[in-house]
RNA sequence: GUGGGUAUAGCGUAGUUGGUUAACGCGCCAGAUUGUGGUUCUGGAGACCGAGGGUUCGAAUCCCUCUAUCCACC
């Protein structure tokens, strides 16, 4: 299924076939939580801002619509008239950002749902059901992603649990890809690996669940708080440690900067809130820095979010109009950030996965990140 | 013209029986956000309290005059 194309230091390129389609990696997979990229991005949209992976959430959508409801319409790919792949959460890192509605036990997670409260089960099995009747063409498995600041002893506690947990998910996706109304009976799961900053713990459990023999290996529970250096050092001791002909996709991370350094540490696959957040939010990614649109020094500024680039918003509108629509609170304003950062990402992978495989990544690395952490954003 | 009310930051308001650097919302100016609870969170600037005079140790608060404005009645 991964079929390394190149590798540059310990940054690797590679091929990752799904019955979806190829992805090429290192990839950046776009966020939409609830079966939508937030900002009123349609999938339509994504096609004309290079998007190859589309990642929602167990959780939010077992909670709303229902994943009976996506069943029954089809899988999470009819439903939002999307045919390239789509990566599920698992619904794990719920049970961390969620934490004051929460009970934790060996059998899964008891929850409050955000949205009337009610109570709900979910252990490995459910979320694994709940994946499959998503028909998600990755899933995720169910871990634990306990605080890095958690003791020693906690931690290896529920790393162990997460072990577990990952035993009983590959049963279960088993069983469910060969029940007969399963949409997509080639699910495929990747496993997690955690241990916070302990790095003896980390390569511990990368080396157990790399016994497992997945699709792909994803690491966890990073970017919750610790230092960027304490988080590139956990990938520096842990990467090695999982197989380097799978996918390795390092969760929730991050800023331009963080996901060039960790390409150069081997990691391949990503996904981050970033790009469609501070998009809402105002904020655009450049080669020049970040900028914040909302800023008066914008009010008269008739060029584009970022000179030359080939996005939505930056094909048509100025940096002028584009702040006018979020100070009226106007949805198009958001929209293009979002679509804009997007591009962005998804456009800079493109950049890193043709440097890795032309053997330059290095150079390339070293002027990119000196370009996106420009202090004076949007010159 | 007569009677009454109101004047506090760009706008809308709060300021307890007169008591140290006049508060709040919106707006404005910035900053945050890492497997998203969809307009969030955190800061900052900005008013000599309509003008002038008086009472008092001390006035946005009490008194007088003026100005502006609103309401009612002629």
New binding site residues.
Partial sequence: MYKLIAQDGRAKSGEFHTVHGVIQTPVFMN????A?????VSTEDLKDIKTQVE?S?TY?LHVRPGDKVIKQMGGLHKFMVWDKPILT??G???V???A??RQIKEEGVYFNS??DGRKIFMGPEESMQIQSNLASTIA??F?E?PPSLESREYMQKSVDRTTRWLDRCIKEIDRLNKLEDTINPNQILFG?N?GGTFEDIRIEHAKRISEFNLDGY?I??L??GES?SEMYRILDETVPHLPLEKPTYL?????PE?ILESVDRGVDFF????P???G????AYTNKGKM?L????Y?LDSKPIEVGCGCPACTLYSRAYIRHLL?A?E?LG?RLLVLHNLYFYNEMMEEIKDAIRAGEYTNYKKDKIERVSYKEGGS
């Fill in positions: 966020v939409g939580t609830a939508a990229i937030k900002g009123a990642l959430n939010h959460d698992s794990g890192f719920q961390f950002s969620l004051k509605l955000h949205v995720m498995a871990d992603c997690i955690q994803a966890g529970g970017a919750v960027h969760m929730g991370v991050g800023t963080n996904d981050c809130v970033y469609t957040r501070n809402r939010h105002g904020h914040n909302f800023n008066a020094k009010e100070k609170k949805m958001m």
